[in-house]
């Protein structure tokens, strides 16, 4: 059964910092794009940062760049986000995503080209 468990989310005060970690289990992922989305209540899925099957090349959307680094270890199958200087807007539940298909462009991976996703971990950043 192929699994996404994501793990570090927790409540921080604004100004702080977490690092999520998504564990992959069941296949490798090593050659597919993967990506960290949220989700706000009363608020569409949205994504946060992707990054390709290689590691190269990392994308992010404006509202967390220069703030939040993705990166993967392929020889472990884990994503990991780290998250700094948070702000209340980033509160959210945190999903991890792989891509459906192998060797596509992180930078156009989104809801709809996602093939896998993690349960969730939720953010609290209290101001």
């Known amino acids: 059964q192929v699994q996404l468990a994501e793990s570090g989310g927790g409540l921080v005060q604004a100004g702080g910092s977490l690092r999520l970690s998504c564990a992959a289990s069941?296949?490798?992922?090593?050659?597919?794009?993967m990506g960290w989305f949220r989700q706000a209540p009363g608020k569409e899925r949205e994504s946060v940062a992707t990054?390709?099957?290689?590691?190269?090349?990392?994308y992010y959307a404006d509202s967390v760049a220069g703030r939040f680094t993705i990166s993967r270890d392929n020889a472990k199958n884990t994503l990991y986000l780290q998250m700094n200087s948070l702000k209340p807007e980033d509160m959210a539940v945190y999903y991890c995503?792989?891509?459906?298909?192998?060797?596509?462009?992180?930078?156009?991976?989104?809801?709809?080209?996602?093939?896998?996703w993690g349960q969730g971990t939720q953010v609290t950043v209290s101001s």
């Open positions: 995503a792989a891509d459906r298909n192998a060797y596509t462009n992180a930078q156009t991976m989104g809801v709809m080209t996602v093939g896998y």
């Open positions: 990054i390709s099957w290689g590691g190269g090349s990392r």
């Open positions: 069941g296949r490798t992922f090593s050659a597919n794009a």
